[in-house]
């Protein structure tokens, strides 16, 4: 199936957040943040000046200017064109997907990726499948991960569960992923609330970050 076009929803709030399993706590020492898949070809899908993608985007940038005050580590996933043998079977549930246009490819602007940001190239849904990601983790010497970006319950979903099966204590801000509607965030919110993450907005994030030593 094709991406739907994506109608306008409200993002949700601290209240509307599901009990977390685990009891984790953001710590700007352990934590490196994944701005997942935040590429024009995918935000073409999201009508623009209207939410979830306006606080998307916010969130994200206010997420990667705490991370660059407090010397936190930011990685880039990205998609590049395949051909029909390296997609496999996402051709039988996505089609053709990407295209060859290099600008559908761009990781836009307004999430603030900086000269030396690692960007880590994806050919399934988790960023960890056949990347760096792991090797990178290791090499920075970092055990939390911290998710935002698109879509909730396909990739960032998949990558956050396996950041938990590799003993990485993950945190999916709620607020600052999104979705094809309101019921698929919601969704992804609660799944991996009760088995592999904490749920958290971008308010709750950077006062965890911030907090004193």
């Not at 290099?102 to 999430?111: D, G, S, Y």
């Not at 319950?153 to 569960?161: E, K, N, R, V, Y």
């Not at 600052?176 to 609660?190: L, N, Q």
């Amino acid at each position: 199936m094709p991406i739907p076009a994506i109608a306008p929803y409200a993002m949700p709030l601290d209240a509307d957040l599901p009990v977390n399993v685990p009891g984790w706590r953001a710590d700007r020492r352990r934590a490196v943040v994944l701005v997942h898949d935040m590429q024009r070809y995918f935000l073409s899908f999201f009508p623009p000046d209207k939410p979830p993608v306006t606080d998307l985007l916010g969130n994200i940038a206010r997420i990667r200017r705490r991370a660059a005050a407090l010397r936190i580590p930011v990685v880039y996933s990205a998609q590049h064109p395949m051909t029909r043998a390296e997609r496999g079977l996402l051709v039988d549930v996505w089609g053709a997907g990407m295209g060859e246009d290099p600008a559908q490819r761009e990781l836009v602007p307004e999430v603030g990726r900086r000269p030396g940001d690692p960007v880590t190239i994806k050919r399934r849904y988790s960023a960890f499948h056949r990347t760096d990601l792991d090797a990178t983790m290791g090499d920075l010497g970092r055990d939390q991960l911290i998710v935002c970006g698109v879509f909730a319950h396909i990739g960032c979903l998949f990558t956050a569960g396996d950041a938990y099966a590799r003993d990485l204590e993950t945190f999916f801000v709620a607020d600052a992923v999104a979705d094809f509607s309101a019921r698929h965030h919601r969704m992804a919110v609660d799944y991996v609330a009760a088995l592999c993450a904490v749920t958290l907005t971008t308010h709750r994030l950077l006062a965890d970050l911030s907090a004193p030593e």
